[in-house]
């Protein structure tokens, strides 16, 4: 039964809302495409019409997270008086410790990744193609020291974190936030 009609942008806004709160709610790979069309009350047809597949939505769902996250590395970097090295620090450190559905979603596929050679080729597409956009963004946005971290051991660094914070709630978050400020800096030097 189709809900009221929307116009394709709400539509879309909708079906990933909702694709995000099932995802991050069930995991990626136990939430089907059939169950997205139920919770968004349109018919396959309408849901096809906007999306091909769960992919296809996933992808995106991991596109707005970034442009999520830009959106605040750039209010940030306006808006704070630091030096450009301590803005850095503190932006990484909003980046493991922010709590968003985005980061949520992207925590819950590196877990869904062990073991899944179809999630490992998708990871690998979604970083090469992620490092291409945040190099870009920075030498876009006069960001260029913040390159620095662009590399595979820094995003293991950073997906380690995510992880362990997404599955252990008993952390001190001042501690954990003061330590890593310390190493950050370090790195950073």
Known sequence: MEEKRLTKEKRRKQIKDISLKLFVDKG?????MDEIVQ???ISKGGMYHHFSNKE???LELL???SEYRKNLVL???RENSQSRREKIIEILLDRILDKNPY?????????EMQGNEKFKKLFEKIYDESLEDFVGFCKKEGLE???AISNREFTFLMNCLYVGIYLFDNVDILKLKNMLRTMFGAYLN
Not at 28 to 32: A, D, I, N, Q
Not at 103 to 111: A, M
């Open 56 to 58: 296809e939505i996933f």
């Open 145 to 147: 020291e913040y390159i």
């Open 39 to 41: 919770a968004v009350g």
């Open 103 to 111: 980061k949520d979603l992207y925590t819950v596929f590196l877990i």
């Open 63 to 65: 596109k707005d997270g």
């Open 75 to 77: 209010e940030y970097m």
């Open 28 to 32: 990626y790979s136990k939430t089907t």
